[in-house]
Nanobody, 117 residues
Framework: QVQLVESGGGLVQPGGSLRLSCAASGSIFALDTMGWFRQVPGKERELVAIITGSGDTRYANSVKGRFTISRDNAKKTVALQMNSLRPEDTGVYFC???????????WGQGTQVTVSS
């Protein structure tokens, strides 16, 4: 069983920054791909950024150059640094991790990010 705890969401003005963090705990030896997804009402959950076990990253086109994903394998955490935030970045951000040994994936509970003046 894997538990994910997210933190760092909130209200920020356009142009501002936020840093999201997700910590995994439980019976985990190693984590494979970790990532962040975003969902807004009435739309499907969409990929924001992912980082593989080897450190390769992929970003949604809308956040390239503004968001940076990083991970700490020893601490089993993944972070998303969000800069130059725009109103369209608003949504609930979910952390997702895949356990290396089983291939099972787990989702966090979500954290609200609101970009508004």
């Amino acid at each position: 069983q894997v538990q994910l705890v997210e933190s760092g969401g909130g209200l920020v003005q356009p142009g501002g920054s936020l840093r999201l963090s997700c910590a995994a705990s439980g019976s985990i030896f190693a984590l494979d791909t970790m990532g962040w997804f975003r969902q807004v009402p009435g739309k499907e959950r969409e990929l924001v950024a992912i980082i593989t076990g080897s450190g390769d990253t992929r970003y949604a086109n809308s956040v390239k150059g503004r968001f940076t994903i990083s991970r700490d394998n020893a601490k089993k955490t993944v972070a998303l640094q969000m800069n130059s935030l725009r109103p369209e970045d608003t949504g609930v951000y979910f952390c997702k991790v895949t356990v290396w040994s089983t291939g099972a994936s787990y989702w966090g509970q979500g954290t609200q990010v609101t970009v508004s003046s």
